[in-house]
């Protein structure tokens, strides 16, 4: 039986290395086949190119190989086919959760919310799935909800979203960290 | 007086709800964005939730002595029945821009004090999973 772990923060907050480190640590105690790296940045910008350099540097210079898998919006099918007992780490959700929404963005309001709700049901039966399979997936994601209503509706609509997506993740999880400025706090 | 804090969509109405029905309690009643007039009674539960509605419909206010006219309503209420406040954290984004979203923040934060310092329990809701910060089970 696999496991799921999620771990969120702020932003800056240490999260992404304590999830490489964390994700790396278990690679080495389950003696385990495949260490898959989920990435789902898009580098529409000059600081977003940056950004992801930097973290495909620091992976690269990782004395265990990293298999990187791109996942901008859709979860391919061939996601199934990881060998068991590989360790999947995914960062982020929030990431992957704006590419959704924005990709969305031109169908009217039903369509899009069909769409979304496609999505949400696709990455949720992948995580079951590989819950069932020997496989432990690492979910990072942000905390970006403990501010106002956005003046933008848009902005509520991918918070609400992203709280009842959190919500669901942490129901299945097996551990959840919240990582505060590098102290971590085990939440289950 | 319970205090259930946590972020937006965070299951913060989910929880009180299965919270009660453990408890098996009959008599709820939620109020989003009001503080009821009418009484009570010592086996009801009064579940009180979007305080910023509250703050912003007297916005004009001091910050100080608008925080403490909601609790002193509340403290009214709680010697008659069960209270429980649920308190959405709006304290930790950036500062808002507008000077009306500014002092919404500042008096929820001053209200949220109160109310902790208050309450015989203060439960933090993450994601669903709750933390008791003050008193016990």
Same mark, same amino acid.
């Given at each position: 039986? /696999?496991?799921?772990?999620?771990?969120?923060? /702020?932003?800056?907050?240490?999260?992404?290395?304590?999830?490489?480190?964390?994700?790396?640590?278990?690679?080495?105690?389950?003696?385990?086949?495949?260490?898959?790296?989920?990435?789902?940045?898009?580098?529409?910008?000059e600081e977003m190119k940056s950004r992801i350099t930097r973290h495909k540097q620091d992976r690269e210079v990782s004395e265990i190989e990293w298999?990187?898998?791109?996942?901008?919006?859709? $979860?391919?099918?061939?996601?199934?086919?990881?060998?068991?007992?590989?360790? $999947?780490?995914?960062?982020?959700?929030?990431?992957?959760?704006?590419?959704?929404?924005?990709?969305?963005? /031109?169908?009217?309001?039903?369509?899009?919310?069909?769409?979304?709700?496609?999505?949400?049901?696709?990455?949720?039966?992948?995580?079951?799935?590989?819950?069932?399979?020997?496989?432990?997936?690492?979910?990072?994601?942000?905390?970006?909800?403990?501010?106002?209503?956005?003046?933008?509706?848009? $902005?509520?609509?991918?918070?609400?979203?992203?709280?009842?997506?959190?919500?669901?993740?942490?129901?299945?999880?097996?551990?959840?960290?919240?990582?505060?400025?590098?102290?971590?706090?085990?939440?289950? | 007086?319970?205090?259930?804090?946590?972020?937006?969509? &965070?299951?913060?109405?989910?929880?009180?709800?299965?919270?009660?029905?453990?408890? &098996?309690?009959?008599?709820?009643?939620?109020?989003?964005?009001?503080?009821?007039?009418?009484?009570?009674?010592?086996?009801?539960?009064?579940?009180?939730? &979007?305080?910023?509605?509250?703050?912003?419909?007297?916005?004009?206010?001091?910050?100080?002595?608008?925080?403490?006219?909601?609790?002193?309503?509340?403290?009214?209420?709680?010697?008659?029945?069960?209270?429980?406040?649920?308190?959405?954290?709006?304290?930790?984004?950036?500062?808002?821009?507008?000077?009306? &979203?500014?002092?919404?923040?500042?008096?929820?934060?001053?209200?949220?004090?109160?109310?902790?310092?208050?309450?015989?329990?203060?439960?933090?809701?993450?994601?669903?999973?709750?933390?008791?910060?003050?008193?016990?089970?």
């Amino acid at each position: 039986m /696999g496991r799921v772990l999620f771990i969120t923060g /702020g932003v800056r907050s240490g999260k992404s290395a304590f999830a490489e480190y964390y994700a790396k640590e278990l690679y080495t105690k389950y003696n385990s086949s495949h260490l898959i790296y989920i990435a789902s940045g898009v580098a529409f910008d000059e600081e977003m190119k940056s950004r992801i350099t930097r973290h495909k540097q620091d992976r690269e210079v990782s004395e265990i190989e990293w298999i990187t898998v791109e996942l901008a919006d859709e $979860v391919p099918t061939k996601l199934d086919k990881f060998q068991n007992n590989s360790i $999947v780490l995914w960062d982020c959700i929030t990431t992957w959760l704006s590419n959704v929404l924005y990709k969305t963005q /031109g169908l009217n309001k039903i369509n899009r919310l069909n769409q979304i709700e496609h999505h949400l049901n696709e990455f949720k039966q992948q995580i079951i799935s590989w819950k069932g399979q020997d496989i432990v997936v690492i979910l990072v994601s942000n905390e970006v909800l403990d501010e106002q209503l956005s003046d933008f509706s848009e $902005v509520n609509l991918y918070r609400q979203i992203l709280g009842d997506l959190h919500q669901w993740i942490v129901a299945i999880s097996d551990e959840t960290y919240e990582i505060d400025y590098s102290l971590k706090r085990q939440w289950k | 007086m319970r205090v259930i804090i946590g972020g937006a969509y &965070n299951g913060k109405r989910k929880f009180v709800k299965e919270y009660l029905d453990k408890l &098996n309690v009959k008599n709820r009643y939620v109020f989003e964005g009001e503080i009821p007039v009418s009484t009570f009674s010592q086996e009801d539960y009064v579940i009180i939730g &979007n305080f910023e509605k509250i703050i912003l419909q007297s916005i004009e206010l001091d910050e100080e002595e608008h925080a403490a006219k909601i609790f002193d309503k509340l403290s009214i209420l709680d010697k008659q029945t069960n209270v429980i406040c649920i308190c959405t954290d709006i304290g930790r984004g950036i500062v808002p821009l507008e000077k009306e &979203n500014r002092k919404l923040r500042d008096t929820c934060g001053r209200l949220y004090q109160k109310l902790f310092a208050e309450s015989e329990q203060v439960i933090r809701i993450w994601y669903g999973l709750p933390e008791i910060l003050k008193g016990g089970e």
